[in-house]
C-alpha cells in the first residue's frame, strides 16, 4: 500500500443493527435498545455499528403534506422525531457500549449532521442510492459508505460503482429486498453472487428484511458471498410492539449463532486449497491399499507390474497402490507378500512430474482467473533458470498467444516463484498484470504491482519479479530475438538452453509417457 493512500475501512464481518424508527421517538428507550444488543453481540463475537436514521423533517417533508395520511411513512417519520441533541447522546451511547456508529441520512442537512457528531459510517437507503444531488454532498466528505441497492438494475449499480470509484469514496454494496417483510420466493440471494462476481474487489452485503424467527437466510447469504449484514432490530416491552421484519435481543442471538454455524461449516478459503484434517486421512487410510510383493525382489531391482499386488491394509511406512510405478527400484530385498517400503519414490521427483504438477497448477490459476487458452494452438514453455529440479521456487510458464517481430505471452508464475534479474539486449517489454500481484525490480527500484498496472522494460533495463501468491502476467515484446536474456546471475547464463527452459508440445501432451 502506498505510504500516501488512506487506510481501507474493513467491511467485511461487519454486521448492521438498525435501530431506524424502533426508538419510537424516545431517546432512553434508543438508549435501552443499544444496552440489550451490546451483550448479544459481544456473545456472538463479531463486529457491530449502531445505525441510526436521519432527516432534517422541516425540509425533508414538503410543507404542504405534513398533516397528510396519503403517505404513510409522513405520519411515522413526524412521530418519531429525535432532536440534534437526543441524536447525540444515543450516537455517543453507541460507542460507548462498544458499537461502530453509523446513520443513514437522507437529505444534505442530515449529512452536515453526521459530521457534526462525528458519526464514523454512512449507510444509503436504497431508496437514496439513485439520488445524485444526495451521493455527491456524502462522497465529499470522505467516511467509508455502505450502499443498499434494492431495486436497481445491474446497469444502474454498475453506475454506482463507476460513480464512488471515480469520486475515490471508499464503499460496501449490499444486496437488498426492499419488501417488508420479505418472503422467501423473493429474496434472489443469487444476485449476491452475481455482484460479487461483477464488482470482485468491492465487498458485497445482504440487507435482510425476513420473518426475525428465520436463520435459515443469512447461511445462505454467507454462502453465495454476502459479508456485510443488515438487521433491523427493537425492544418489545408491555407497550411497544415490533413489526414483522425487526428482531428482538433473543432472534438477533439465533440469527448471529446462525451465521457463526455458517462460517464454520463453510471453512475459510486456506482449508478449501488444503484439506488435511487428520481424522479424515486416518480414517481414509483403513481403505486404502498397499502394494505388496507377488514374488522375491532383490535390492535394486526394477518393479514391474507383474511383481506386485495390491490390498489393504495399508501399513505404516508401506507403498501405497496410487504411488507404486513400474521402474521403481526396490530399496532392499523383498519376500513374496511382504509390503513394500515408501522408501523407494525417488527423493528428487522425475522431470515428467515436475512438468505435470506445474500445468495442473497453471491451468487452475488461469481457470480461476477466468483466462482463457487456446490449448491446440498456444506453445508452451516451461522456465526454469535455476535448473528444472528448482522450478517451483525459480521460474514460470510462459504461454505464446502471438509469435511474431510483436510477441505476446502470459506469464504465469506460482505461489513463491522468482524470475531472476535480467535484461535484453534486442527485446523491449511492457508488462500488465492480470491477475495477482507482483513484487518487480525495475532498474535497481523495487515496486509492487496489481491487476491492471502496466510497467515496462527498456533494451538494457534490469528487471526482476517475485509474486507471494501467484500471479498471471500478459508480457507483450517487441523485437524477436531469440536467446536475448542476460541474467544477473552469471551462472545462469552458462546453462545451456535446455537447462533454462522446456518447451512443450501441445502443453506436454504424451510428450513424457514413457520417462
Not at 451511547?93 to 456508529?101: C, D, P, T
Not at 449507510?123 to 436497481?152: F, H, N, Y
Not at 445482504?206 to 433491523?232: C, M, Q
Amino acid at each position: 500500500m502506498n505510504s500516501q493512500e488512506p487506510e481501507k475501512f474493513n467491511f467485511d464481518g461487519l454486521f448492521i443493527l438498525e435501530m431506524a424508527n424502533n426508538h419510537q421517538g424516545s431517546m432512553e428507550h434508543g438508549k435501552n435498545i443499544i444496552a440489550a444488543y451490546a451483550p448479544v453481540v459481544a456473545a456472538a463475537g463479531v463486529r457491530a455499528a449502531m445505525k441510526f436514521q436521519f432527516r432534517d423533517l422541516d425540509t425533508f417533508i414538503h410543507p404542504d403534506f405534513r398533516d397528510s395520511a396519503e403517505y404513510k411513512h409522513i405520519p411515522r417519520f413526524l412521530g418519531t422525531r429525535l432532536t440534534k441533541d437526543e441524536f447525540g447522546q444515543l450516537v455517543e451511547a453507541a460507542r460507548e457500549a462498544g458499537f461502530i456508529s453509523m446513520a443513514t441520512p437522507s437529505d444534505e442537512a442530515s449529512v452536515d449532521l453526521m459530521n457534526e457528531l462525528g458519526v464514523e459510517v454512512v449507510k444509503i437507503a436504497s431508496a437514496s442510492a439513485p439520488d445524485w444531488p444526495l451521493l455527491e454532498k456524502i462522497a465529499a466528505i470522505g467516511k467509508p459508505v455502505v450502499c443498499s441497492t434494492g431495486g436497481m438494475t445491474l446497469e444502474e449499480v454498475d453506475n454506482l460503482v463507476s460513480f464512488f470509484q471515480h469520486r475515490g469514496v471508499d464503499f460496501a454494496l449490499m444486496h437488498c429486498v426492499a419488501i417488508y417483510p420479505t418472503p422467501n420466493y423473493k429474496h434472489n440471494l443469487e444476485r449476491v453472487r452475481v455482484l460479487s462476481e461483477r464488482h470482485p474487489k468491492i465487498t458485497i452485503g445482504f440487507s435482510t428484511h425476513e420473518d426475525p424467527d428465520n436463520t435459515e437466510i443469512i447461511k445462505l447469504a454467507y454462502a453465495k458471498g454476502a459479508r456485510v449484514f443488515e438487521r433491523h432490530i427493537g425492544l418489545p416491552t408491555d407497550i411497544i410492539k415490533l413489526n414483522a421484519y425487526s428482531s428482538a435481543p433473543d432472534q438477533l442471538e439465533r440469527w448471529l449463532d446462525s451465521y457463526n454455524d455458517a462460517v464454520e461449516i463453510i471453512g475459510s478459503e486456506a482449508a478449501a486449497a488444503t484439506p488435511n484434517d487428520p481424522d479424515e486421512r486416518d480414517a481414509l487410510v483403513l481403505q486404502m491399499r498397499g502394494a505388496y510383493a507377488t514374488r522375491r525382489i532383490k535390492k535394486g531391482q526394477a518393479i514391474s507390474a507383474e511383481d506386485v499386488f495390491f490390498a489393504m491394509p495399508l501399513q505404516d511406512s508401506q507403498l501405497p497402490s496410487g504411488r507404486c510405478k513400474p521402474g521403481l527400484l526396490a530399496d532392499r530385498d523383498y519376500e513374496a507378500r511382504e509390503a513394500l517400503s515408501v522408501a523407494m519414490i525417488p527423493a528428487v521427483p522425475k522431470n515428467k512430474e515436475i512438468i505435470y504438477q506445474a500445468l495442473h497448477k497453471v491451468k487452475a490459476m488461469l481457470n480461476l482467473a477466468k483466462v482463457s487458452v487456446n490449448e491446440e494452438e498456444t506453445a508452451v514453455t516451461v522456465i526454469h533458470p535455476d535448473g528444472l529440479e528448482n522450478f517451483f521456487s525459480c521460474g514460470a510458464v510462459g504461454i505464446d498467444v502471438i509469435e511474431s517481430a510483436f510477441g505476446k505471452r502470459l506469464l504465469v508464475m506460482l505461489p513463491g516463484q522468482v524470475l531472476p534479474r535480467r535484461y535484453h539486449k534486442g527485446k523491449e517489454k511492457t508488462f500488465q498484470v492480470l491477475s495477482g500481484s507482483v513484487d518487480a525490480s525495475l532498474a535497481e527500484r523495487p515496486r509492487i504491482f496489481h491487476p491492471g498496472d502496466v510497467f515496462s522494460a527498456a533494451r538494457g533495463v534490469w528487471y526482476g519479479f517475485s509474486t507471494p501468491k501467484g500471479a498471471i502476467i500478459e508480457e507483450l515484446s517487441l523485437g524477436g530475438i531469440d536467446d536475448d536474456s542476460y541474467y544477473a546471475d552469471k551462472t545462469i547464463n552458462h546453462r545451456p538452453p535446455a537447462d533454462r527452459e522446456t518447451p512443450l508440445v501441445r502443453w506436454g501432451r504424451h510428450q513424457f509417457d514413457n520417462q
